[in-house]
């Protein structure tokens, strides 16, 4: 795999006084920095546990787990406020959790039990939640952008200030309806916020092989959509640009386009053996720039808090974690009844 | 207490693999992501990795061994403070085997309750009926036209969420002029003049649509809504049970469907039997002014995704619409265009032309006919084809699109299974033929259904040859 030639999270030590948008970081206090950790610690652990649930059967089909790439999802919430929606693809189960949503829930819809999300009809990749204004948990590549698009419409349709953030992974960002919606939401001036998670591959193709424009920030030029590169293993980065990136779309700017620089650990799904990768690359990653380590190192080094707190609090999202595996383990099926049910209203 | 570590699943077949490789010995200290061991199945080499932090206190499957069951024992992982003699003791309840044989959904296919019957389709004829006209309503000339027009500016007027989107639905009025007047009443706000980018603006709907929002999506003809139907299907069709109720979309696609004349193979194609096809659609196909109107009032206040197909040859046709402040007809119900007692003609949309002209000459040779009007294809009204087979024994459908899999079809499957002894004659099916729509006059007329068939068919089914 060759080097990225745009910049890489290894060579962005920016100063914290640039712009959130180019390199800047945010300069989190103690609770800010505790409560990413928590976050990001909790997808950590529900992803591996779903990663071993899945490996005992009780998950089947798809299941794509967002280990690496947590400080992207959990930077940008932080940014959001009350109505703010946020819609993604299929590696979705982070995004959920950061939204807010219940780990019991979507334990049991990724097991197919009755009182997941979706009753057990959806599954991993087909969730949603109203009350957390999470849209989904999209299975077609690329279709979370122009719906996105749409609840931005929406936004801007009732005069709202209220901002959409669409995810969507490198792979997607080549598919021709991401332009389409593009070029409406320049055109229109929708608040909505593109998130391109580049975590290199698409399934088994790397950037390189599958994208003639690799820097995927600038994939809005053509419309006049601003774009910008963020080290996504960096929560304070993220939480810089997204900072930004709220203020600009809330103001009635229209769109813009965040590319998360960013690593997903795993594989594509949990039957990809990833040998498109080195596993010296993957190590690299883990080692220098996971985020997670990151905010540990720096709650231990300003003493936000001891390595036995950080324990405690590993402690507490552990038992959240076993406890939604236990649920969704021993959650029922679904009555067979709803096979016949939410189709029509 | 100590964690059993249990052979993976690397897919949902998988039931067995080799544990090819040990990357960690007993002793070692892992950390959750460590990659403790190599797995090989008949696909792939995958990586094992460590899910909780801990020691390796044993492993119970040496290297290489092969064909070790999913959910088999593979090593033991102490816990801090954990020592050997720990390992006798419980395991945890999610890493416990035997109920994970237990309940694995992997395991249940053969345990599984059986399929339950789908809700019976109504065997009387129970469906909401058309609202009786009061008498002495003035019925007014109105084009197909203008019906859908008012249809919509009553529904806009009636609710601030209703906006309509799509290709030259402004200013320019309407490829067809079905929006003229639109924007000058409603503003650019609610009439939406787009790109022309179908697969982009319908996502943009639906996503407006899950947000709450009414949008009618018009296509300036329902062969460029084959660039949007993944939208169609997988998210404005299907989010609704995904989401296990918590959101739908209610969205109106509408635009003309089916031939016009003289535009060839990719501008003539009918999609009444497409979409029907899939379950969270409901797909109206009106014919006459009064239908149109009512029933696109009613697609859009219905919380569901519609599809509402129209057709270019219907718009300037003239029909009498009553003259009501509110006038909504129910999704779902055929109407009897005539009674008769002979022979059953069910048609829908374009197909009611040829239809209502053969009826006519059928008359005229003495053959009294009953033409139904199907207006909505899915649901489907199929009780009152029922009742009119019943009656008449006999059955011919009429509809434009291509033969195979085509809504005739769906009618004489459900026909022959729901009241075959009734049937004194075959059913026929009488369809577009089965060929790309030609540009030439003579080819674009022998393609489509003709007067001239469906006489001859209703003579056959009455045995009159």
Same mark, same amino acid.
């Given at each position: 795999?060759?080097?990225?030639?745009?910049?890489?999270?290894?060579?962005?030590?920016?100063?914290?006084?640039?712009?959130?948008?180019?390199?800047?970081?945010?300069?989190?206090?103690?609770?800010?920095?505790?409560?990413?950790?928590?976050?990001?610690?909790?997808?950590?652990?529900?992803?591996? +546990?779903? /990663?071993?649930?899945?490996?005992? &059967?009780?998950?089947?089909?798809?299941?794509? =787990?967002?280990? *690496?790439? %947590? @400080?992207?999802?959990?930077?940008?919430?932080?940014?959001? +406020?009350? /109505?703010?929606?946020?819609?993604? &693809?299929?590696?979705?189960?982070?995004?959920? =959790?950061?939204? *807010?949503? %219940? @780990?019991?829930?979507?334990?049991?819809?990724?097991?197919?039990?009755?009182?997941?999300?979706?009753?057990?009809?959806?599954?991993?990749?087909?969730?949603?939640?109203?009350?957390?204004?999470?849209?989904?948990?999209?299975?077609?590549?690329?279709?979370?952008?122009?719906?996105?698009?749409?609840?931005?419409?929406?936004?801007?349709?009732?005069?709202?200030?209220?901002?959409?953030?669409?995810?969507?992974?490198?792979?997607?960002?080549?598919?021709?309806?991401?332009?389409?919606?593009?070029?409406?939401?320049?055109?229109?001036?929708?608040?909505?916020?593109?998130?391109?998670?580049?975590?290199?591959?698409?399934?088994?193709?790397?950037?390189?092989?599958?994208?003639?424009?690799?820097?995927?920030?600038?994939?809005?030029?053509?419309?006049?959509?601003?774009?910008?590169?963020?080290?996504?293993?960096?929560?304070?980065?993220?939480?810089?640009?997204?900072?930004?990136?709220?203020?600009?779309?809330?103001?009635?700017?229209?769109?813009?386009?965040?590319?998360?620089?960013?690593?997903?650990?795993?594989?594509?799904?949990?039957?990809?053996?990833?040998?498109?990768?080195?596993?010296?690359?993957?190590?690299?990653?883990?080692?220098?720039?996971?985020?997670?380590?990151?905010?540990?190192?720096?709650?231990?080094?300003?003493?936000?808090?001891?390595?036995?707190?950080?324990?405690?609090?590993?402690?507490?999202?552990?038992?959240?974690?076993?406890?939604?595996?236990?649920?969704?383990?021993?959650?029922?099926?679904?009555?067979?009844?709803?096979?016949?049910?939410?189709?029509?209203? | 207490?100590?964690?059993?570590?249990?052979?993976?699943?690397?897919?949902?077949?998988?039931?067995?693999?080799?544990?090819?490789?040990?990357?960690?010995?007993?002793?070692?200290?892992?950390?959750?992501?460590?990659?403790?061991?190599?797995?090989?199945?008949?696909?792939?080499?995958?990586?094992?990795?460590?899910?909780?932090?801990?020691?390796?206190?044993?492993?119970?499957?040496?290297?290489?061994?092969?064909?070790?069951?999913?959910?088999?024992?593979?090593?033991?992982?102490?816990?801090?403070?954990?020592?050997?003699?720990?390992?006798?003791?419980?395991?945890?309840?999610?890493?416990?085997?035997?109920?994970?044989?237990?309940?694995?959904?992997?395991?249940?296919?053969?345990?599984?309750?059986?399929?339950?019957?789908?809700?019976?389709?109504?065997?009387?004829?129970?469906?909401?009926?058309?609202?009786?006209?009061?008498?002495?309503?003035?019925?007014?000339?109105?084009?197909?036209?203008?019906?859908?027009?008012?249809?919509?500016?009553?529904?806009?007027?009636?609710?601030?969420?209703?906006?309509?989107?799509?290709?030259?639905?402004?200013?320019?009025?309407?490829?067809?002029?079905?929006?003229?007047?639109?924007?000058?009443?409603?503003?650019?706000?609610?009439?939406?003049?787009?790109?022309?980018?179908?697969?982009?603006?319908?996502?943009?709907?639906?996503?407006?649509?899950?947000?709450?929002?009414?949008?009618?999506?018009?296509?300036?003809?329902?062969?460029?809504?084959?660039?949007?139907?993944?939208?169609?299907?997988?998210?404005?069709?299907?989010?609704?049970?995904?989401?296990?109720?918590?959101?739908?979309?209610?969205?109106?696609?509408?635009?003309?469907?089916?031939?016009?004349?003289?535009?060839?193979?990719?501008?003539?194609?009918?999609?009444?039997?497409?979409?029907?096809?899939?379950?969270?659609?409901?797909?109206?196909?009106?014919?006459?002014?009064?239908?149109?109107?009512?029933?696109?009032?009613?697609?859009?206040?219905?919380?569901?995704?519609?599809?509402?197909?129209?057709?270019?040859?219907?718009?300037?046709?003239?029909?009498?619409?009553?003259?009501?402040?509110?006038?909504?007809?129910?999704?779902?119900?055929?109407?009897?265009?005539?009674?008769?007692?002979?022979?059953?003609?069910?048609?829908?949309?374009?197909?009611?032309?040829?239809?209502?002209?053969?009826?006519?000459?059928?008359?005229?040779?003495?053959?009294?006919?009953?033409?139904?009007?199907?207006?909505?294809?899915?649901?489907?009204?199929?009780?009152?084809?029922?009742?009119?087979?019943?009656?008449?024994?006999?059955?011919?459908?009429?509809?434009?699109?291509?033969?195979?899999?085509?809504?005739?079809?769906?009618?004489?499957?459900?026909?022959?299974?729901?009241?075959?002894?009734?049937?004194?004659?075959?059913?026929?099916?009488?369809?577009?033929?089965?060929?790309?729509?030609?540009?030439?006059?003579?080819?674009?007329?022998?393609?489509?259904?003709?007067?001239?068939?469906?006489?001859?068919?209703?003579?056959?089914?009455?045995?009159?040859?």
């Amino acid at each position: 795999m060759a080097p990225r030639k745009t910049a890489t999270a290894a060579s962005r030590k920016k100063p914290a006084e640039k712009s959130g948008l180019n390199g800047g970081i945010s300069d989190f206090d103690k609770s800010t920095e505790l409560e990413a950790y928590r976050e990001m610690l909790l997808i950590r652990r529900f992803e591996e +546990k779903a /990663g071993q649930l899945y490996g005992m &059967g009780f998950i089947g089909g798809f299941c794509h =787990l967002y280990i *690496g790439q %947590e @400080a992207v999802v959990v930077g940008m919430q932080m940014a959001l +406020k009350d /109505g703010d929606q946020v819609i993604t &693809g299929y590696r979705d189960h982070g995004h959920m =959790l950061a939204c *807010g949503m %219940e @780990a019991r829930g979507v334990m049991a819809e990724l097991t197919g039990r009755r009182d997941g999300y979706s009753h057990g009809k959806g599954g991993s990749m087909h969730m949603f939640s109203k009350e957390k204004n999470f849209y989904g948990g999209h299975g077609i590549v690329g279709a979370q952008v122009s719906l996105g698009t749409g609840l931005a419409f929406a936004n801007r349709y009732r005069g709202n200030d209220n901002v959409a953030v669409a995810y969507f992974g490198d792979g997607a960002a080549n598919q021709g309806q991401v332009y389409e919606s593009f070029n409406m939401a320049a055109l229109w001036k929708l608040p909505v916020i593109y998130i391109i998670e580049n975590n290199r591959y698409a399934m088994g193709t790397s950037t390189a092989r599958a994208s003639a424009q690799s820097n995927f920030s600038l994939r809005g030029n053509s419309f006049g959509i601003p774009g910008y590169q963020v080290d996504g293993m960096d929560v304070r980065a993220v939480h810089a640009a997204a900072v930004e990136a709220v203020a600009h779309c809330r103001s009635g700017k229209g769109p813009i386009i965040l590319e998360m620089l960013t690593y997903r650990y795993r594989g594509h799904s949990m039957s990809d053996p990833a040998k498109y990768r080195t596993k010296d690359e993957v190590q690299k990653m883990r080692s220098e720039h996971d985020p997670i380590e990151q905010v540990k190192a720096r709650i231990l080094e300003l003493k936000h808090a001891s390595e036995d707190d950080l324990k405690a609090i590993d402690k507490k999202v552990r038992d959240v974690v076993a406890d939604s595996a236990d649920f969704a383990q021993n959650n029922p099926e679904p009555d067979v009844s709803e096979l016949y049910t939410d189709i029509l209203l | 207490m100590p964690i059993d570590i249990l052979m993976p699943a690397l897919s949902p077949t998988m039931e067995e693999g080799t544990l090819s490789k040990w990357l960690k010995n007993e002793g070692d200290k892992v950390t959750a992501g460590d990659v403790i061991a190599e797995i090989e199945t008949d696909k792939a080499t995958m990586e094992v990795e460590a899910v909780d932090e801990g020691t390796i206190g044993k492993i119970v499957v040496a290297a290489g061994t092969e064909n070790v069951k999913v959910n088999a024992v593979i090593a033991v992982l102490l816990e801090e403070c954990e020592s050997a003699s720990d390992m006798g003791k419980a395991k945890t309840a999610d890493a416990a085997p035997a109920q994970a044989e237990k309940e694995a959904p992997a395991e249940e296919p053969a345990k599984a309750a059986p399929v339950p019957a789908a809700p019976k389709p109504p065997v009387a004829n129970t469906a909401a009926a058309d609202p009786a006209i009061p008498e002495g309503t003035e019925m007014v000339a109105t084009t197909v036209r203008e019906a859908l027009r008012d249809a919509m500016a009553e529904e806009m007027r009636a609710n601030e969420d209703v906006f309509i989107m799509g290709e030259e639905v402004a200013e320019y009025q309407g490829a067809y002029k079905i929006t003229q007047g639109l924007l000058q009443e409603f503003g650019p706000r609610r009439v939406v003049d787009t790109p022309i980018t179908e697969h982009g603006f319908a996502g943009v709907g639906v996503g407006a649509a899950m947000a709450g929002l009414r949008p009618i999506v018009e296509f300036m003809t329902f062969n460029f809504a084959m660039q949007a139907i993944d939208q169609i299907i997988n998210s404005a069709a299907k989010t609704l049970y995904m989401s296990g109720g918590q959101m739908g979309a209610p969205i109106v696609f509408r635009g003309p469907n089916g031939a016009a004349s003289r535009v060839g193979a990719q501008h003539s194609q009918c999609y009444a039997a497409w979409y029907s096809h899939i379950p969270g659609l409901q797909v109206i196909m009106p014919y006459s002014a009064a239908d149109a109107k009512g029933l696109l009032k009613a697609a859009i206040r219905d919380p569901n995704p519609i599809i509402f197909l129209e057709n270019e040859i219907l718009y300037g046709q003239t029909f009498d619409v009553p003259k009501l402040d509110d006038f909504v007809l129910p999704i779902g119900k055929a109407r009897i265009h005539k009674k008769g007692t002979d022979v059953t003609i069910v048609s829908f949309g374009i197909g009611m032309n040829y239809s209502v002209k053969a009826v006519e000459e059928l008359t005229g040779m003495g053959i009294d006919v009953e033409l139904i009007d199907l207006r909505t294809i899915r649901p489907m009204d199929l009780p009152a084809i029922i009742e009119s087979v019943k009656k008449t024994g006999r059955l011919v459908t009429v509809e434009e699109g291509y033969p195979q899999s085509s809504v005739g079809t769906e009618i004489a499957t459900r026909v022959q299974q729901q009241a075959f002894d009734y049937l004194d004659a075959p059913i026929i099916t009488i369809a577009g033929k089965d060929v790309p729509m030609p540009y030439a006059a003579n080819l674009e007329k022998l393609a489509l259904p003709s007067v001239a068939e469906i006489v001859e068919a209703v003579k056959a089914v009455t045995y009159r040859l």
